[in-house]
């Protein structure tokens, strides 16, 4: 556990020198240990170093943490976006720096919440070009004071995994982002199953893969 720009987090090295780095941003509600676990599912060789900074924000009375106010579902509060945003990115640059492993080395990924931050440190135009998005049950956010650079991100591969039964961030969401990001030409693993508002065996699975197919085409 450590503290870079005023964010806590958890860490996985890698077994041996890595071949690249992997960011778990957790939903809301949870922290930095709850997707370290799902490290293991993903890259159970362990060829990445995984790290899963804590969000800034506590949840009142409900304990865990989360990344942004939500007055709805798809459209962050604008001011804690913001907030949560630049702390991410240098949280990021820091990371960077200490690894020694670059951007173009490093796939974004999250559940839910997390995920909508992934998108957004993943496709902000002043922000790096990283190797991957990993997003599961999340969507691209629509947020004054932010957009997504998809001129900027032609070829960046991005993994999609949602529910047709989720309950809290519908189905539609990663739809359209397939949709849009298809569009604009990057590189879309898209996933619907029936489940809910979670993580499935298979789609993590099916994550792991891509992420080993990420980093081999990249190497």
Known sequence: MGGVCALAYGERPAAGEPSGLLVLHHGRGADEQDLLALADALDPQRALHVVAPRAPLRLPGLGGFHWYVVPRVGYPDPETFRAGYAQLAAFDDELWERTGIAPERTVLGGFSMGSVMSFALGLGGDRPVPA??????????????????????????????????????????????????????????????????QIEPRNAEAAGEWLRRTFAEGS
Do not use: K, N
């Open 132 to 197: 991957g998005i990993l997003a599961f049950s999340g969507f691209i956010p629509t947020v004054a004071g932010w957009e997504a650079d998809l001129a900027s991100r032609a070829g960046l591969r991005v993994f999609i995994a949602h529910g047709a039964g989720d309950g809290v961030i519908d189905v539609a969401f990663a739809r359209r982002a397939r949709e849009a990001l298809t569009a604009g030409g990057l590189e879309v693993s898209y996933h619907e199953s029936g489940g809910a508002h």
